[in-house]
């Protein structure tokens, strides 16, 4: 599949520049042994959680698949939780230890009128979404909900199927927004932007990489999302809004799904 691929390149890409940083740090570290002494390896860290959220999802789905004889849509839901829990846990985990050792901030809360601001966004791109969902639908005539995958036809069949529905409503309504949050926002684009110094090269690069690790149907879509989140975090310094915006955008689609699936 090239479109997966492409994800398998970037993620590639990360890491190498990942590894470079790593070794650039830890030479600074042998040459001023203290820890102010060694530029920041976020970069390398957030390489590796690229790459584990890339090929972790793909091979434990087709673990489980073989482990437990679960059909497709089950196997891809399961592993999507677990993928979505190691990736909140660890990511939460490690900005403590870095904060522990360098005194950055977690970044991960903001006042109110932020956590507003990204729930307005979130409600006008969540109908945005919809558009675009109708246009995908009537005019190119490709079923909208192949851009969520699995998980979005599982919604959509709650009635039908409610324990695996339920599952699937709360991957895609509050795991995938906090655990995407963390990694593509709060490690990769801020990885970036602390290693190149460049922003808008920054915020591109994360949303190309968050959009193609997602269904090709939505790919405009959600790298739009992507920019937009990445630039929330870095105009405010925290994930509060970016939280607030990704939550509200999922849950304008999944609100919908669900009604025009009765």
């Not at 900005?95 to 729930?119: D, I, M, N, Q, V």
Request: charge should be neutral; aromatic fraction near 10%; glycine fraction near 12%.
């Amino acid at each position: 599949n090239p479109y997966h691929a492409a994800a398998g390149v970037m993620a590639a890409g990360l890491m190498v520049a990942g590894v470079w940083q790593q070794a650039l740090a830890r030479l600074a570290l042998l040459r001023h042994p203290t820890p102010e002494g060694a530029p920041s390896s976020l970069l390398g860290d957030a390489a590796l959680g690229a790459l584990l959220y890339v090929l972790g999802g793909s091979a434990l789905a087709t673990l489980l698949q073989g482990a437990t004889g679960l059909d497709h849509d089950r196997s891809m839901l399961l592993s999507t939780l677990l993928l979505q829990l190691l990736v909140i846990r660890y990511s939460v985990g490690y900005l403590f230890l870095r904060r522990k050792a360098t005194g950055e901030p977690l970044g991960l809360s903001g006042p109110g009128r932020h956590w507003a601001l990204g729930a307005g966004l979130g409600l006008a791109m969540g109908v945005v979404a919809l558009a675009y969902g109708w246009f995908l639908n009537e005019v190119l005539d490709i079923d909208a909900r192949s851009g969520g995958g699995p998980i979005s036809r599982m919604v959509s069949e709650m009635s039908e199927h409610p324990f695996d529905g339920i599952f699937a409503l709360i991957a895609a309504s509050i795991l995938a927004p906090i655990s995407e949050e963390l990694l593509f926002r709060r490690l990769i684009f801020m990885g970036l932007w602390q290693a190149s110094g460049r922003l808008a090269v920054s915020a591109v690069l994360s949303g190309l990489f968050f959009a193609i690790v997602h269904p090709a149907a939505g790919f405009p879509l959600i790298f739009g999302v992507g920019l937009i989140s990445s630039l929330l975090c870095a105009r405010l310094g925290s994930l509060a809004p970016s939280f607030a915006f990704h939550v509200l955008f999922n849950s304008v689609q999944l609100a919908a799904l669900m009604y025009f699936s009765k």
